[in-house]
């Protein structure tokens, strides 16, 4: 049990981690699009790149973000059942519900993913439009850090409600 809670631990600074990081690109995203609105509509003037670094901010901040999420129980759910439900029922619920769910989804996602991210670092794939951002294929790859952070924690999950669940106890 010691070994199931050290990993659950160490999953979960590494999403508290990624999340607080990636929580500041909000600023960063913030302060482009007021940049972008100001030079387009005071100055008639626009930049393709800086429109395109906020739409790749937002998504990074999601795909990085949905770990930390998870970890702090973020996530929208529909608590018909879960809400009136026992700590040991939720745990019950939480574990399978990873396992029947979450885990088919990221593999899924992460697999069909793959080849779309190959062929992307294959030509160093760039914005197709006139302007736009060098590098897509970095951000492309951003799906798969998604898929193995949020996976991890959905292990962490798993781990804390098998701990419930047996324990009885809300850690």
């Known amino acids: 049990m010691d070994l199931l809670l050290q990993i659950e631990k160490i999953i979960n600074r590494i999403n508290d981690f990624f999340g607080r990081g990636v929580s500041w690109l909000l600023v960063l995203m913030v302060l482009n699009v007021f940049i972008v609105v100001v030079l387009r509509y005071v100055f008639s003037y626009g930049e393709v790149w800086m429109q395109e670094t906020y739409v790749w901010m937002h998504s990074i901040v999601f795909l990085i973000g949905a770990g930390y999420t998870l970890l702090n129980n973020g996530h929208v759910r529909i608590d018909l059942v879960y809400s009136n439900a026992s700590t040991r029922y939720k745990a019950l619920i939480d574990f399978f519900g ?3 769910f979450a885990f088919p989804v990221l593999y899924f996602l992460f697999i069909k993913s793959l080849p779309f991210i190959e062929r992307s670092w294959s030509i160093f794939e760039k914005s197709a439009e006139v302007g736009g951002l060098p590098g897509l294929f970095l951000f492309k790859s951003v799906l798969l850090v998604f898929c ?5 924690q959905f292990l962490a999950l ?5 701990r419930i669940f047996f324990s009885n106890t809300d850690p």
């Open 148 to 152: 193995i952070l949020f996976g991890f």
């Open 98 to 100: 990873t396992l029947v």
């Open 158 to 162: 798993m781990i804390k409600s098998f």
